[in-house]
């Protein structure tokens, strides 16, 4: 019973420190999307750089 009481607790302090992030945090951060790789700049349509993806799958090939 005590380990359900700490695992309740251990819950609460969870939930009020993502509630204090979520206060804190501007207000358009949470949604903000890089639309540009950032090792190579390339402009991107999801959420892995094609040119990046290519390159590091063509490393493995033969390895």
Request: aromatic share 12%; charged share 15%; glycine share 6%.
């Amino acid at each position: 019973m005590v380990i359900v009481w700490i695992g309740i607790a251990v819950g609460v302090l969870f939930v009020l420190f993502l509630i204090y992030k979520v206060i804190k945090s501007p207000p358009h951060e949470a949604i903000y999307i890089n639309l540009y790789c950032q090792k190579c700049g390339f402009k991107k349509n999801g959420l892995k750089c094609p040119r990046c993806e290519s390159e590091s799958s063509s490393h493995h090939k033969y390895t």
